[in-house]
């Protein structure tokens, strides 16, 4: 199996285009070269079948800096064949207005999510003329790549998008994955939003040779200190690297395990690789994912 990290803050990016806190400002001065594109995954068991975990608004540059998902010359056929989403969230949602040029994609979510995305944020119904998208409702295990690509969904929250807040629609509405290879037997986690750490997470991080987890923040109370406002770090739908509960402590003991966290904030102090916090991370065999890193299990 083959991961490739396409994108690894959250919503926003680093820089964020309107915010000049430490992170920010660090990025800016120091150049494209440190800067990070949203959340975003390439996952693949053989060369002509990728799937991608969200679809960012930095999508199309992260495509064009991945060889692997380029189309073979002098065709159109990508080897982009769908879309799994974690959840509903814009930065995890409107790369697909960008997918749209004829690429019949098979997209997943669950049952909530594509009601969202049908009706209160209706992409969905603005795609459709466009290309011949099959949305699909998570439902249970999937196999995808021919029956090579086993994918289970873990529930992870109830947490709904902005423009959905209202929604009494059941979750749940954030969910994370396990990759299978069947053929190799490798696996891999990817949870880029944890609000909380659910018993099958436990479960389905047991035997997988790589996890790429939530690393939007790093203490519960980092947006206020950073930026002078902004609520706590699960109120916002994300654990808290560290702290009580926070989900560094979580992966002592899973020594078969690498680790990785994504979805980083521009306020995470462990973006800057200077930091003593990623000294911290580094010393606990934790990498923070760098944009485009590739991982081949
Ligand atoms: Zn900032």
Not at 131 to 156: C, F, K, N, Y
Request: with cysteine.
């Amino acid at each position: 199996m083959r991961l490739r990290i396409l994108g690894t803050a959250a919503g926003g990016g680093l820089p964020q285009w309107n915010c000049a806190c430490p992170g920010c400002s660090r990025a800016r001065a120091a150049g494209p070269a440190v800067w990070r594109t949203q959340e975003c995954l390439a996952v693949s068991a053989s060369p002509d079948a990728w799937y991608l975990v969200n679809a960012s608004p930095d999508i199309r540059p992260q495509i064009l800096a991945s060889p692997e998902l380029a189309p073979p010359g002098g065709t159109r056929r990508t080897p982009l064949r769908g879309v799994l989403l974690t959840d509903g969230e814009l930065d995890h949602t409107t790369g697909l207005l960008a997918l749209r040029e004829g690429a019949a994609l098979d997209l997943f979510a669950p049952a909530a999510v594509v009601a969202a995305l049908t009706e209160d944020f209706p992409l969905r119904s603005l795609l459709a003329p466009y290309g011949a998208a099959r949305w699909q409702t998570l439902a249970g295990e999937l196999r995808l790549d021919d029956g090579r690509l086993r994918v289970s969904v873990i529930p992870v929250s109830d947490k709904r998008p902005r423009y959905a807040a209202g929604s009494s629609r059941p979750g749940p509405w954030v969910v994370a994955y396990r990759f299978d290879d069947t053929v190799t037997g490798s696996a891999a986690v990817y949870a880029p939003s944890l609000a909380r750490w659910p018993e099958e997470l436990a479960a389905a991080l047991s035997g997988a040779r790589c996890a790429i987890l939530d690393g939007t923040f790093w203490s519960e109370d980092e947006m206020e200190r950073m930026t002078g406002h902004g609520p706590g770090a699960r109120a916002m739908g994300h654990l808290p690297i560290t702290g009580a509960g926070g989900t560094l402590a979580r992966l002592r003991g899973h020594t078969d395990t690498r680790w990785f966290y994504t979805h980083l904030n521009n306020t995470n102090p462990a973006a800057d690789p200077a930091s003593r916090e990623r000294s911290l991370l580094t010393s606990a065999l934790v990498e923070v994912a760098a944009d485009g890193r590739e991982i081949h299990l």
